[in-house]
């Protein structure tokens, strides 16, 4: 049974997601203010949090950096802000996934499911599957539909960056970062050329791409079989 910590000062929320929660099997933690979570997570150490980021003491995303310093437990944002500059900042600073209010109880058990299998309790998966797609990431090798693909060096970092991330959010800053170096962290440009040769090479249709899928304004997301 995994332990989720929900951060929400809006009673009915917390109940909401408290009553959901329980139900999908889930054990229930809950706290209303920010520094009540940050101590809740040093003593707990739940499998997840949901935070909100409209808290009456500390700013959400002060609360994402505290999270953060303590350990790598997943936090997933559930917030009404649905500006891009909130969406970035908070996975800039560490959180997993980012879900605007109001939302859908299905699509928010979905992304639970998600980022509990990312746990940092678990081991990463030395092979990455995605619809037709087969990432090994020891071996360094891409094969689709069992025909081994042939990556530039480029292409395969950008590719291997989303896949040890799978099924998460990664934003422009944080790939370009990994891939191209500090240096380069505005160069959206070269991002979206070398997405683009990766869909056409992996994408079945790379006009509707289904692995590596867009998230407006934010980055990008491998897609699996699993998220």
């Known amino acids: 049974m995994s332990r ?3 951060v929400d000062d809006e009673a009915q929320i917390r109940r909401f997601l408290r009553i959901s929660l329980t139900a999908n099997g889930h054990a229930v933690l809950e706290a209303e203010t920010g520094a009540e979570a940050v101590a809740l997570v040093r003593a707990e ?3 997840l949090v949901i935070l909100d980021l409209g808290l009456p003491d500390m700013d959400g995303q002060e609360v994402v950096s505290a999270i953060r310093e303590i350990g790598r437990v997943p936090i997933l944002v559930l ?7 909130d ?3 908070a996975l800039d600073r560490g959180a997993e996934d980012y879900v605007a209010k109001p939302f859908g109880i299905a699509e928010l058990m979905a992304r639970v499911r998600v980022a509990l299998r990312r746990s940092p309790q678990e081991s990463r998966p030395a092979v990455v599957v995605a619809g037709g797609v087969m990432i090994d990431l020891d071996r360094r090798v891409v094969e689709r539909d069992g025909a081994e693909v042939r990556l530039s060096r480029r292409e395969q970092d950008l590719l291997f960056v989303l896949a040890r991330s799978a099924d998460h959010v990664l934003t422009h800053q944080q790939i370009l970062r990994e891939v191209w170096g500090p240096a380069h962290v505005e160069d959206t440009a070269y991002l979206r050329v070398y997405v683009n040769q990766l869909r056409q090479k992996l994408e079945p249709d790379p006009g509707q791409p289904a692995l590596i899928v867009t998230e407006p304004s934010v980055g990008y997301r491998l897609r699996t079989d699993g998220g």
């Open 4 to 6: 989720i910590l929900v």
């Open 45 to 47: 150490v739940p499998d």
């Open 79 to 85: 917030s009404v802000r649905t500006g891009e500059t």
């Open 87 to 89: 969406k970035v900042e």
